[in-house]
């Protein structure tokens, strides 16, 4: 990906922005152009529901490019609120605090940047759900 | 068994090269040296088409179209040169284009295979390169890595059949000792489970131990006609039967994730084929990227029902002395796994057994075996079925 | 300053990242054993004023359920931008999903910066020039190594949606009264990455002289007396500067107390008023008046008196800051330097 196609998905890195078949229902995060459940082409922009819960995850260790500036990071299997599953990278919980069940709600937070002097990509991360 | 015009699609000849760091070659050289193995052994040096499996030369080295520059270092002029890009299966799916092209009668000595040249790499580099078969956008956005499948899929395993994960990480205990006694593998040494299970963790409940080592390699086969080979007084193995599909590449979108769906569909057109079943196998080699990839692969093709590989593997059953051996040569854990070159040395070790020149690692009566590539966690998988004349 | 038309808040949130490190931590390792507070919040490394401002904002609008498409404005007042060049409310107009016509541009003036924004999205809404905008005061403030700043410098940051009193608003301003002059107490050259200071000049002719003058500006303009007020909220660089000052101006340590969160977040610069505002608005009841007061740097002071509104039960920030900081955890100082990016890989 280039700065370019950072600004190109920005708003559905922003605010989870997936699409949803009009016929059958069914809901995809990233979009897809077709509904593999029922086949129509018919499908609309929907936002997602920001908060779900944990339901499997890992933790990268072997660190790739754009993610190895700092430690190794939980990357989860999310259902959100509306049964939607996606995945999600974690944040702001200690690695070992993890647990499967876990409720977590999306946030805006810095993905990575183009070094010192490059552009900021920014995305959503899920964090633990903040006390209400 | 396809049978074309002109005869039935065989395997004549294999080059591989030891699978290693080559502080001295670059992708073509490496590719290079493995066709001269191929020529040394055949006698064949004019082919019709050439197909060359490779994941990342573009970008790792940013050399791209390597079949046009493998064409030229061996002289060939009118050649149909093709590179094949499949993740770790591209070196297989460069065979079975050479098979089709074959069979089709386009071509009538093909020279197919995959090489990889890994280990110039920075490790973060190496890690995302990895995952680059992965939707680029969970690359990028997620930190998604080409072992978070594997290790979310171990976990629901885990946890769906109640199995025990020692088991599962014996696959790689297995696969060392075949190694052991194999030229052309890395890791040449036999290993503990403890070892394993205690070796640092990768992905989480992964471990350094379940998950293959990405090195520098590069395997080529000639494909022909049996009356060709025969023509040439070369020994050949038959290709009974192939099969290909593919799966939902967003893992979370599979409707039973802890099956490789591309790998079943794979194997049953690859059966229907060659006309045969599981128990008439006499060997397997299959793509444990990692040891989870490698249980659930054959679960996936059929040989053990769904939560079962792991305590088969465990008991023995599996061994090169076993009723059923599998990954005969190290498999991809401890032969090792050249992203774009594995395919290819998993049908060369399959080449090599059904010939009769896999030395101590010679399963018995080896006549017919199955080989499974995969692409990353199962985005596409191939099925091959060989057999001896 | 009186506007033509009421206006006033419509919604407010308030956010602080959930590390800190303790006064104790840094002064083990810099050999000081007092004190200005006793903790301060510093941000994860995947935190900036960005991600601060769009979380405070956030909060801001679903708690109130402000109406997206009739905000026009984001101003972000700050003094740690992401970008010198590329303002930090663009962001927030694509990830808050606001209306693209909107105006959006980035504050400074130091501390006061996010009042500053206030000011002018007051402006903006009572000339019927937009329906509503958002003003926001955030920070990841940069401590210098081993200064005496680094136990202060912290992060965090508040956002206020504005609209005219018609629209429902569950405080209104009463009015306002700045105060500025050229006094370099605290500032920081273009392209330095810690900013200088001139220790005690910070206090009297700077802080104290500055609030004390717009307090009393507003309150001879408009005749208001300390007792007027349920609540005062002051720019809280350390733990005795806003005591005092409320002291010197006639308020109570109870006046003061549901606003004073600096002992325990440190001083979130342009945060610091607006976070404080919060924490008050968090308790405040229909019909109290709370004054407001920020000091920036360089100088200057903001003063600003609210009424309260039975709107405030309705609309009040879910969750409340203090529940925000009762999540907060512990980190050492290693941690701290490297989020910080004190140091680099």
């Known amino acids: 990906m280039t700065e370019i196609s950072d600004w190109r998905y920005r708003i559905e890195r922003y605010r989870l922005i997936g699409v949803r078949c009009r016929r059958c229902g069914s809901v995809y995060y990233p979009k897809r152009s077709k509904c593999i459940k029922c086949g129509s082409s018919d499908l609309e922009e929907v936002e997602l529901p920001k908060r779900g819960r944990v339901v499997e995850y890992t933790i990268v260790r072997l660190l790739p490019d754009r993610y190895n500036h700092f430690h190794p990071y939980a990357v989860a299997l999310i259902e959100l609120d509306d049964g939607t599953r996606i995945y999600g990278q974690l944040t702001d919980v200690?690695?070992?605090?993890?647990?499967?069940?876990?409720?977590?709600?999306?946030?805006?937070?810095?993905?990575?940047?183009?070094?010192?002097?490059?552009?900021?990509?920014?995305?959503?991360?899920?964090?633990?759900?903040?006390s209400r | 068994m396809e049978v074309s015009l002109l005869g039935i699609p065989v395997i004549a000849g294999y080059g591989v090269i030891p699978i290693r760091e080559y502080w001295d070659k670059d992708v073509v050289s490496l590719a290079i040296n493995a066709v001269q193995n191929l020529v040394k052994s055949t006698g064949l040096k004019d082919f019709d088409a050439i197909y060359v499996g490779n994941m990342l030369s573009k970008y790792y080295e940013e050399q791209a179209s390597i079949s046009v520059h493998l064409a030229d270092e061996l002289g060939l002029e009118d050649v149909y040169a093709l590179d094949v890009e499949c993740g770790d299966a591209s070196g297989a799916y460069a065979v079975l284009e050479a098979i089709k092209d074959v069979l089709s009668g386009e071509s009538k000595i093909v020279l197919a295979g995959g090489v990889e040249k890994s280990t110039d790499e920075l490790p973060h580099r190496l890690y995302r390169g990895t995952s680059l078969s992965e939707d680029i956008f969970l690359v990028d956005y997620i930190g998604l890595t080409n072992l978070v499948n594997h290790a979310i899929a171990l976990k629901m395993y885990i946890k769906r059949y109640n199995v025990d994960k020692a088991d599962i990480t014996y696959l790689s205990v297995l696969d060392h000792e075949n190694a052991s006694k194999a030229r052309h593998a890395y890791f040449r040494f036999p290993i503990k489970l403890d070892t394993a299970l205690n070796s640092p963790p990768v992905a989480d409940p992964l471990t350094l131990f379940d998950i293959s080592p990405n090195i520098d390699g590069a395997a080529f086969l000639l494909i022909t006609?049996?009356?060709?080979?025969?023509?040439?007084?070369?020994?050949?193995?038959?290709?009974?039967?192939?099969?290909?599909?593919?799966?939902?590449?967003?893992?979370?979108?599979?409707?039973?994730?802890?099956?490789l769906t591309a790998a079943k569909r794979a194997s049953q057109q690859a059966f229907k084929r060659a006309g045969i079943n599981t128990s008439e196998l006499d060997f397997i080699e299959i793509h444990d990227s990692t040891t989870i990839a490698g249980?659930?692969?054959?679960?996936?093709?059929?040989?053990?029902?769904?939560?079962?590989?792991?305590?088969?593997?465990?008991?023995?059953?599996?061994?090169?002395?076993?009723?059923?051996?599998?990954?005969?040569?190290?498999?991809?854990?401890?032969?090792?796994?050249?992203?774009?070159?594995?395919?290819?040395?998993?049908?060369?070790?399959?080449?090599?057994?059904?010939?009769?020149?896999?030395?101590?690692?010679?399963?018995?009566?080896?006549?017919?075996?199955?080989?499974?590539?995969?692409?990353?966690?199962?985005?596409?998988?191939?099925?091959?079925?060989?057999?001896?004349? | 300053m009186k506007p033509v038309n009421g206006v006033g808040i419509y919604g407010y949130g308030a956010y602080v990242p959930q590390y800190y490190i303790e006064n104790e931590a840094i002064g083990s390792i810099w050999g000081r054993i007092t004190y200005p507070i006793k903790n301060k919040s510093f941000p994860s490394f995947d935190e900036d004023t960005i991600t601060i401002a769009y979380e405070a904002a956030r909060i801001a609008i679903e708690s109130s359920n402000a109406p997206k498409d009739r905000i026009h404005a984001v101003f972000i007042g700050t003094e740690s931008k992401p970008y010198a060049v590329k303002p930090s409310g663009t962001v927030l107009v694509d990830a808050l999903g606001l209306s693209n016509k909107i105006l959006s541009a980035d504050y400074e003036f130091a501390c006061k910066a996010g009042t500053e924004a206030m000011e002018t999205v007051f402006g903006l809404v009572a000339s019927k020039m937009i329906d509503m905008g958002i003003a926001i005061g955030a920070d990841t403030a940069q401590g210098r190594p081993g200064d005496e700043l680094e136990y202060t410098a912290a992060a965090g940051g508040a956002a206020y949606i504005i609209s005219r009193v018609e629209d429902g608003v569950l405080a209104v301003l009463e009015a306002s009264y700045s105060y500025v002059s050229d006094t370099p107490d605290f500032w920081r050259r273009s392209g330095e990455k810690y900013p200088r200071h001139l220790y005690r000049f910070t206090g009297e002719p700077a802080y104290f002289n500055h609030i004390i003058n717009s307090v009393n500006g507003l309150f001879e303009e408009y005749g208001y007396k300390p007792s007027d007020f349920k609540y005062a909220v002051f720019h809280q660089p350390n733990a005795k500067f806003p005591q005092r000052v409320a002291s010197k101006l006639g308020f109570t340590k109870d006046q003061i107390a549901p606003g004073l969160l600096s002992p325990v977040i440190g001083n979130?610069?342009?945060?610091?008023?607006?976070?404080?505002?919060?924490?008050?608005?968090?308790?405040?009841?229909?019909?109290?008046k709370i004054l407001l007061a920020s000091f920036g740097s360089g100088a200057g002071s903001d003063a600003f008196a609210f009424e309260v509104t039975e709107l405030i039960e309705e609309r009040r920030a879910k969750p409340p800051i203090r529940d925000i900081i009762s999540r907060m955890v512990p980190r050492d100082y290693a941690t701290y330097v490297v989020y910080r990016g004190k140091i680099w890989r």
């Open chain 2, 295 to 389: 249980v659930l692969a054959l679960e996936s093709i059929g040989v053990h029902g769904s939560g079962t590989a792991a305590k088969y593997i465990r008991s023995g059953v599996h061994r090169l002395d076993g009723e059923l051996p599998i990954n005969t040569f190290g498999g991809l854990k401890a032969r090792g796994n050249p992203l774009g070159a594995t395919g290819a040395y998993a049908i060369a070790e399959g080449v090599i057994q059904i010939l009769g020149e896999a030395g101590g690692n010679q399963v018995k009566d080896a006549k017919i075996g199955l080989i499974h590539s995969m692409n990353g966690f199962d985005l596409s998988s191939i099925v091959f079925i060989l057999g001896g004349d």
């Open chain 1, 94 to 130: 200690d690695l070992d605090k993890i647990h499967e069940g876990m409720e977590v709600e999306a946030t805006l937070r810095k993905l990575y940047e183009y070094g010192e002097s490059g552009q900021i990509v920014y995305g959503i991360k899920f964090r633990p759900v903040l």
């Open chain 2, 225 to 259: 006609t049996d009356d060709i080979a025969k023509e040439y007084n070369l020994n050949y193995v038959k290709v009974l039967g192939y099969g290909y599909s593919v799966n939902r590449t967003r893992f979370y979108e599979r409707f039973d994730p802890t099956t």
């Open chain 3, 268 to 288: 979130t610069y342009s945060g610091s008023s607006l976070v404080g505002f919060a924490a008050t608005l968090d308790v405040a009841k229909p019909g109290d």
